[in-house]
DNA sequence: TATCCACAGGAAATCAGGGTGT
DNA sequence: ACACCCTGATTTCCTGTGGATA
């Protein structure tokens, strides 16, 4: 490994790009692993294409198609078919190209921020802030807008992942006042299309929403592995050179994804990893060693990167963990014991904040839901109710990455003192016989 | 068998920080 | 300057609960 202060040795950059240019080539056009891409064929997928493709047909002659939903888990190809079929429907020879708005409810999570974004998305001159208005003012204006600058045409509304929508408070008026937006408006018309992971989300749906969207869907069932093999195979004759991939990599990769409850860009981010694994190790070949390696790396990448995008208090709440079980290792760790460790080494740290207990317990579920811990809750009797929680995932990684975290480096050596008394002590070991 | 612990976790309220138009 | 808006993080208040213990 280099180390900064070893001057005795230093990295020639030049020799490795000259290296680089002229060592074997992997990929031809490495954009086609990517999950945005959108090939000319999408194998498997010929049943929701026509659907669509019959369901949207009626926008060509400016009739308003009817709104409807997605189903199907990560990766089983719903935002690579609607935008299939909007390209395909852009390229056809009619009067009348209609508007696609592609929203991620993720990203553009707030009702506000739906609204302002469909607004600057078809306006190019006038933008509505990114905050500060009441919303139906915004919702007032947007209307005149589709009305003059969509003006006899059709207006596509694709609400991604809108089950996190639903779940938030607001979401069900905002995708009401969305689902009936053509009742509004003189000169154009809309529709709205939802796509889903969760099948159950439509319980938590306003039934009057349902009756306008859920009526009609469309569900996208998980690739099983020979499925998958055609996908990645009409993928890897773009991105990849020939003969570069060992005959029987696609279908280790396929069935690695296919265990993934068939997850299509598992599949392909394994392959582009592998890939890079091996033009980084200046290999002719892509073997399947690579793909094991690069099943490695994308895990500890996801868990490194996740962590280092917490908010500074659960990354503290996650240092009390690791501080328990660093230091006490068969220490049976509570909810409690968590909230009186980061009571205490939050005052190490200038400018944070004392939590509450129920804060602290959303924030072990978020560590729990991210895989990085589990959190059982289970009753101690006369002890109460609580959770108890242990790590999903190797320490070490969590330990490189708290190093990493700058207001977090300075405590990873403190001795957590409360759990150093006899009372602490003496109640954990009745748990240790109650589990 | 009633009790009671130490929380779980839902709902609503509050606060601070970003903004608006008048 | 002022009244008001939207959001995300957090607090406050609350009811619920599994099972060892008395």
């Known amino acids: ?73 990560t990766g089983t190809g719903k935002t690579a078919t609607i935008r299939y079929v909007s390209q395909k429907l852009a390229q056809q020879n009619s009067e ?51 009305d003059s600058k969509v003006k006899d045409s059709i207006c596509f509304l694709v609400l991604d992942e809108i089950d996190i929508l639903v779940d938030k408070k607001g979401g069900n008026e905002i995708l009401y006042d969305l689902t009936r937006l053509n009742e509004n408006l003189d000169n154009c018309k809309s529709s709205l299309i939802g796509i889903s992971n969760k099948l ?9 929403i349902l009756s306008s969207l859920g009526e009609e869907h469309i569900v996208f069932h998980s690739y099983d ?85 917490l908010p500074l208090q659960a990354q503290l709440i996650l240092t009390s963990i690791y501080l328990i079980s660093k230091f006490n290792p068969d220490h049976i760790i509570i909810s409690g014991d968590i909230y009186d460790v980061h009571s205490e080494i939050r005052g190490l740290i200038p400018g944070i904040r004392q939590l509450t207990k129920r804060r602290i317990s959303d924030y072990i579920n978020e560590l729990a839901l991210a895989g990085i811990i589990t959190a059982d809750v289970k009753s101690m009797g006369h002890y109460g109710r609580t959770k108890i929680i242990k790590f999903d995932i190797g320490i070490d990684i969590i330990e490189k990455v708290l190093c990493e975290i700058d207001k977090i480096q300075g405590i990873l050596n403190h001795k957590p003192i409360l759990l150093q008394t006899d009372k602490v002590k003496l109640k954990n070991n009745i748990f240790k016989k109650l589990i």
């Open 200 to 208: 159950k989300f439509r319980n938590s749906l306003d039934p009057r």
């Open 96 to 146: 009348i190209k209609p508007w696609w708005i592609y929203i991620n409810c993720n990203v553009v999570s707030t009702p506000y921020r739906i609204l302002a974004h469909i607004y600057n998305t078809i306006s190019r001159e006038e933008k509505i802030p990114p905050t500060g208005l009441p919303k139906d003012i915004i919702f007032k204006k947007l209307l005149g807008l589709l």
């Open 225 to 309: 592995a020979s499925e998958l093999r055609d996908i990645l195979n009409e993928r890897a004759r773009i991105a990849f050179h020939e003969h570069v991939l060992k005959e029987d990599l696609i279908p280790l990769c396929a069935a690695v994804a296919a265990k993934e409850h068939g997850d299509a860009r598992k599949a392909l981010q394994l392959l582009r990893k592998a890939g890079e694994l091996a033009e980084r190790a200046q290999s002719k070949i892509v073997t399947s060693e690579y793909v094991e390696k690069a099943q490695e790396e994308i895990e500890r990448d996801y868990i490194m990167e996740f962590i280092k995008g």
């Open 1 to 73: 490994m280099l180390k900064n202060h070893d001057y005795n040795y230093q990295f020639n950059i030049d020799k490795f790009y000259k290296n680089y240019l002229k060592g074997p080539k992997i990929f031809n056009n490495r954009n086609a692993l990517d999950p945005s891409y959108i090939p000319e064929i999408l194998p498997h997928r010929d049943v929701q294409i026509k659907d669509i493709a019959e369901k949207t047909a009626c926008a060509l002659l400016g009739d308003a198609p009817p709104s409807f939903l997605c189903y199907g888990q």
